[in-house]
C-alpha cells in the first residue's frame, strides 16, 4: 500500500472561491497491480479556471477535484508505460493513481519536450498553450500590421497570445492587473500595456490604439468585452476564450449588451473550446517548442511547492495572484 493525498470538493462552490472549499484527505493506494496496470506518483499539478465552472456539472462535494497532471510511474505492469517513464494524465487533485490502457482517467499525449522543463507540458506547452495557438490564430486570423488586443495578458493563456501575435507582425496592446504585470508584458515585447485597475477602460483603448482593433482575444467577459467591442474596427475578429471576471457570481452579468456593435461593425466572434483541435496539438506543441527554443516565446510559472498548495494557487486564479501558468510541484 502507498499512503496517497487527494483534495476533495469539501462544499459547493459559492460566489468567490475559498481555500475552505476543498479538504485533503489521505487513501490507501494498492501497490498490487494486475497486468497491464501501473501505479503513478505526480509530479506538477495545474489549477486552471475552468476547474471553477465545470464544478457546476460535474464534481460533488466528496469528489477529487479534477485537472491535469505530470507523473512518474513508479510500479508498472504495463509494458508501455515502464517504471521511470512520465505521462500527462487527467488523474485530478491527487499524488497517486493507479492507471491501465483503459481510456480512465485521460491520459493525454506527452509533447516532445526536448530539454524542456516538464511542468511547460501543463502550460506553454499544454491546454493553455494550446489554446493561445489555435483560438488566437484559427478564429482571429491575425495578419501583418494588423492591431491586436489581448486582456488578462500577463496569464498563461494571455502572455502567450500577445507573443504569437508578436511573432506575426501584429501590434499588440495588452492589459492586466498589477503593475509589475505590465511591466513584464513589455518586456515579452508587447508594444503598449495598461494596469486595467488604474484606468477608465474606454479612454485606455482608445489612446492605445486610435484606430481601433483588428482581433480581439478576450479572458475576462461581462463589462470589459462590451467596452473592448465598442473599439473594434469594421469586420474585426474577437475570440471569445474565457469569461474569468463572472465565474465567481451567483448571477449572469447583466451590464451594457453590444449586439448592436457587432452588427453595425460586421464583426466575428466566436467562442472555442480547445479541444476542439486536440487532434491537431502536436502541431502546436511543435511550434511552441520551436519558439521557445528561438527565444521568441518566453513563458513564467508561478510555482508552489507541495499538493498542500493546492487551493491556495486556485484561488490566486481569482484574486490575480500568479503571474504566467500557476504550477504545483510535489
Ligand atoms: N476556451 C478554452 O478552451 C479555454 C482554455 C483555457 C483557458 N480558458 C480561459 O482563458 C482565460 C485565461 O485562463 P488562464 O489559464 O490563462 O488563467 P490566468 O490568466 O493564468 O489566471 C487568471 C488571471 O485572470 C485575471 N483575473 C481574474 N479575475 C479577474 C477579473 N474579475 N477581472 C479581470 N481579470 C481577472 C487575473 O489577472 P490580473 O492580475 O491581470 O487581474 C488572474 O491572474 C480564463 O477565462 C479561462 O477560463 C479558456
Wanted: proline content about 5%; hydrophobic content about 40%; aromatic content about 10%.
Amino acid at each position: 500500500m502507498v499512503k496517497g493525498k487527494v483534495w476533495t470538493l469539501k462544499t459547493k462552490f459559492d460566489g468567490k472561491v475559498q481555500k475552505s472549499n476543498f479538504a485533503l484527505v489521505e487513501e490507501e493506494v494498492s501497490d498490487t497491480l494486475k497486468d497491464g496496470e501501473y501505479l503513478t506518483e505526480a509530479l506538477h499539478w495545474t489549477v486552471d479556471p475552468y476547474m471553477r465552472t465545470s464544478e457546476l456539472g460535474r464534481v460533488e462535494p466528496g469528489q477529487c477535484m479534477p485537472g491535469e497532471q505530470i507523473a512518474k510511474v513508479i510500479a508498472s505492469k504495463n509494458s508501455n508505460h515502464p517504471v521511470g517513464s512520465i505521462v500527462r494524465v487527467y488523474a485530478g487533485w491527487r499524488t497517486h493513481t493507479i492507471l491501465s490502457n483503459e481510456p480512465s482517467p485521460r491520459v493525454i499525449k506527452m509533447p516532445e519536450m526536448g530539454d524542456l522543463p516538464l511542468s511547460l507540458a501543463l502550460g506553454t506547452m499544454g491546454m493553455p498553450g494550446m489554446t493561445a495557438y489555435f483560438g488566437f490564430l484559427e478564429i482571429c486570423q491575425p495578419k501583418e500590421g494588423e492591431t491586436v488586443l489581448v486582456n488578462g495578458a500577463a496569464g498563461a493563456v494571455g502572455s502567450l497570445v500577445g507573443q504569437i501575435a508578436k511573432i506575426k507582425g501584429c501590434k499588440v496592446v495588452g492589459c492586466a492587473g498589477t503593475d509589475a504585470k505590465c511591466k513584464w508584458l513589455k518586456e515579452l515585447g508587447f508594444d503598449e500595456v495598461f494596469n486595467y485597475k488604474k484606468v477608465d477602460l474606454s479612454e485606455a483603448l482608445k489612446a492605445a490604439a486610435p484606430d481601433g482593433f483588428d482581433c480581439f482575444f478576450d479572458n475576462i467577459g461581462a463589462d470589459f468585452t462590451a467596452t473592448a467591442l465598442k473599439h473594434m474596427k469594421t469586420f474585426g475578429r474577437v475570440s471569445i476564450c474565457g469569461q474569468i471576471s463572472a465565474y465567481n457570481n451567483k448571477e449572469p452579468p447583466k451590464g451594457d449588451y453590444p449586439f448592436m456593435f457587432i452588427l453595425g461593425k460586421q464583426l466575428k466572434i466566436e467562442g472555442f473550446i480547445v479541444m476542439r483541435w486536440l487532434q491537431r496539438w502536436a502541431e502546436g506543441e511543435k511550434a511552441m517548442a520551436q519558439w521557445i527554443k528561438e527565444g521568441k516565446i518566453k513563458y513564467k510559472e508561478t510555482i508552489y511547492k507541495g499538493i498542500e498548495k493546492m487551493p491556495e494557487a486556485f484561488t490566486g486564479l481569482f484574486d490575480g495572484a500568479n503571474t504566467g501558468k500557476a504550477i504545483i510541484s510535489a
